[in-house]
């Protein structure tokens, strides 16, 4: 049973930079054919993809938070991680990981979220 767990501080302060870990177990990162996103879901909002880090460690990002994205990973530990740069208020949500199977946008797994707020 693959599972997902997010990781990281539920504050952050304007202009900062947010990080979070999805730290996975039961399945390796590497393996065959699945990416590994992000996504997030702001109040009284849809879903919103971020990214993802492939199998190979090939990287996606949506157009809308491109230019302040970055997903990197550890697969020592089986990690991928998420930076987001220059965070606002409006970057609030509760951040979810989550498996997709051959990038179709076909979750199985999820990380169960969490919150995290941009106020100083």
């Known amino acids: 049973q693959v599972q997902l767990q997010e990781s990281g501080p539920g504050l952050v302060k304007p202009s900062q930079t947010l990080s979070l870990t999805c730290t996975v177990s039961?399945?390796?990162?590497?393996?065959?054919?699945?990416?590994w996103s992000w996504l997030r879901q702001p109040p009284g909002e849809g879903l919103e993809w971020i990214g993802y880090i492939g199998y190979s460690g090939s990287t996606y990002y949506g157009p809308s938070l491109k230019s302040r994205t970055s997903i990197s990973r550890d697969t020592s530990k089986n990690q991928f991680t998420l930076q987001l740069s220059s965070v606002t208020p409006e970057d609030t949500a509760v951040y979810y990981c989550?498996?997709?199977?051959?990038?179709?946008?076909?979750?199985?797994?999820w990380g169960q979220g969490t919150q995290v707020t941009v106020s100083s």
């Open positions: 989550a498996r997709d199977d051959r990038g179709f946008a076909q979750y199985d797994y």
């Open positions: 039961g399945g390796s990162i590497t393996t065959n054919y699945y990416y």
